[in-house]
């Protein structure tokens, strides 16, 4: 049987391509804001269906957007659970151009070097983009694909609001609110192919990383109360200042990621990610402080350690500085990890290209975090050159791009031919 | 000589009526928003133009909006420095219906229970309202009052802008740009009557405070810039974080005011009442915090002592956490004694009404530290109920308004009687 050839310049153009819509200026790097459902996610969407279209793939779009492109190949049974990659089309504001945009088209080229090539299938293969998988627009994040794995219903999805408009407006504005629900749990395995979000790769000199784990995370809001005083004339001892209290609070939610990261399994991560002053003045003793917590790690031990210590001070300050304090943490994904198939799959067909790899965990959600839930799943890293994420700076090599999407191509193949019982 | 009587309820009338130009729903007390040159403060202009002129006095605003009403008695050398009073009619957003308001009618009151009396003043007697007393638009505050004393030029002042518009268009919008400058270099002597802003007075049970200094205040911008990463994927020990750091700042802040208000006046405050995180979001470690940093004691090395702390902060910032940093310090009123001559002519008016009295230190900055530098200028607290200020819940009883203002026109009347060689 010949090697798969992907066509890395194909993949390329359609990155290139899809970085035009919501192109933002940058001095350095290429960056775009294309919010889920924005005009800019809407034209990005348009060159995808196009894209799989122009394979031969059976395109359809479910009604909270989510696209999947499906071919069955002549040696495949249609009824076969199929074999899916594929990631999102959605960025953050000012994101990079690499970010979910890798992972559809990597899925795609892959599924075409395997058309072009005299491969037997016996799976149909699907490429998928998921809705809203970054959390910048009507929900925290992997929305799409918490409805496909039936985590969320349709329903409740699309009435989520960003304040000005649903999520159903916004996909009917764009014409991608489609009908029925992509189902997750019907596929026989999922591959993700991703950049890396930090150096990890890029330092050891390795292309390619297998995921093992993705860290669960849990995002907490706190309010601290005190009291809005007078800056000059009330003093130091008549004062309940929210904002001294939750310096408190970043420096020990600080501390104790650190402490849990450097004597639990290193992949610990503590951040007060934004913090609100009420009135926020020069001249008013703070009243009020608002923050928002994101604690993470590949085990969920470490993720209540790090819980305990934020509730332990909270409690200290309300004695000590007379604040009263709340937190509540509405955002809850545990530690998932990967199939030791679809890591096993890749890993084998990494080795038979002579292709290095590395086994990392991820500290990022992803919606395979989702699939995995409800399937087989696996997610794999190009490295990142900078560790850029979010970013214009965001940057990959084009050859890693390809040798990666290469590996991607080989494991669903793999995935899709064998028989299991 | 007959005793001066106040009209208490005439004083309350003028005080509830300008409570209703910017008035604002309040759970608790009675607010108003009436921002320098705003329409609020347009209409609070217009009704004190006409109870000046009702009184008898002659109105004139100057070019950057103060207005002073002048009556001169019989008695009295048209020619010679006059002795005035006043404050201000602005207010801070949501703020008491005390504030500034209490100053101009408690003078007006004074002038016509004089006007009312037997009294052969040889001094003519001016009321006096000055423009933008409160720092919340177009500058950090004592607007009026630092052209009225040469500290600030005409044309400096009406070019300030609030970032939408200057302080001449919004006069002009008004009907407030009057002609010339309003010398306080001019004045005999001059008294400004003010709630207090804590609760000094209330605590000790006695209505009346005598200032004897107004604390000095610095206020500076600090600007702490780490590395925005992403909070899932940077380790912790390759972070950079902004917040993090500014924690740090703030609770060095506290520690060394308070140590300061331990060890020395006991008038020591520091402040971070502003704090902005970008970009601010759940899952991005922060790259840069900007702080507003406020201090003040009556003893200026007071104030260096605790601007020298926070500079040692940043050195240690940079060098341990690597953040990068700057401070501007760009408000900078040393403290002010008040004049002896106006704090015993206010204490001798007191005692001869059985009025008790306290000697106090103003915490907050008022117009009067301006005039101070360029005349004798005294200052007159009213005790707060409950120390509120810069609040709807700001308080004092009437009763204590009234004796106060007993005070405030016995005051007047010895200072503009008394011959000086």
Redesign the interface.
């Known amino acids: 049987m010949s090697q798969l050839s992907i066509d890395g310049e194909s993949l390329r153009a359609a990155i290139e391509q899809t970085a035009t819509f919501g192109a933002v200026d940058a001095a350095e790097g290429r960056g775009r804001t294309a919010l889920p459902a924005s005009e800019a996610n809407g034209a990005a969407r348009a060159y995808f269906c196009e894209r799989l279209r122009e394979a031969g793939l059976d395109v359809r779009v479910d009604a909270v957007g989510n696209i999947a492109g499906r071919w069955t190949p002549p040696s495949a049974d249609p009824e076969a659970d199929p074999v899916v990659a594929g990631s999102h089309l959605d960025s953050v504001p000012r994101g990079g151009i690499f970010d979910g945009v890798l992972g559809v088209y990597s899925a795609l080229e892959a599924v075409r070097a395997i058309q072009e090539s005299d491969a037997t299938p016996v799976r149909p293969l699907e490429v998928v983009c998921f809705t809203g998988e970054e ?2 627009r009507f929900a925290d994040g992997v929305l799409g694909s918490s409805v496909a794995t039936g985590k969320r219903s349709v329903e409740d999805a699309l009435a989520l609001s960003d304040g000005d408009t649903t999520l159903e407006a916004a996909l009917d504005a764009i014409g991608y609110r489609g009908t029925g629900r992509l189902d997750a749990s019907d596929w026989d395995a999922w591959l993700e192919l991703h950049i ?3 150096t990890r790769l890029a330092d050891a000199g390795v292309p390619l990383g297998i995921v093992t784990d993705i ?1 669960g ?1 849990t ?1 907490c809001h706190v309010t601290i109360t005190g009291e ?11 004062r309940t ?1 929210a ?2 209290a ?3 609070l ?2 020990e939610v ?1 501390r104790r ?2 402490e849990t ?1 450097e004597t639990g399994t ?1 992949t ?10 009420e ?8 009243g009020e402080a608002s923050l ?3 604690i ?1 790690a590949t085990d969920q031990r470490e993720i209540q350690r790090q819980l305990d210590a934020v509730r332990r001070l909270l409690d200290a300050l309300e004695r000590h500085r007379g604040v009263s304090t709340s937190l509540t943490c509405d955002y809850d994904v545990p530690p998932t990890a990967m199939s030791e198939r679809c890591q096993q799959t890749a890993a084998d067909a990494a080795a038979q290209r002579g292709i290095p790899t590395r086994r990392v965990h ?4 992803h919606d395979t975090m989702q699939v995995a839930t409800v399937t087989d799943a696996g997610l794999l890293f190009v490295a990142s050159e900078n ?1 850029h ?3 214009p700076k965001e940057l990959a090599r084009w050859e890693d791009c390809t040798a990666a999407t290469t590996v991607l191509a080989d494991a669903l193949l793999a995935l899709a031919t064998e028989t299991r019982t």
Chains 1, 2 share one sequence.
């Open positions: 959390g910048t890396e979000q930090t860290t995370t995002r809005a005083d007078h800056s000059g004339t009330t003093a130091m001892d008549d200042d904002l001294a939750a310096s408190e970043v420096l600080e990621a650190t990261a290193g610990a991560v503590g951040t007060v990610g934004s913090l609100d002053v009135p926020n003045v020069v001249n008013v003793v703070p928002q917590l994101d993470r991820s500290g990022a959600g560790g994420s979010h970013s």
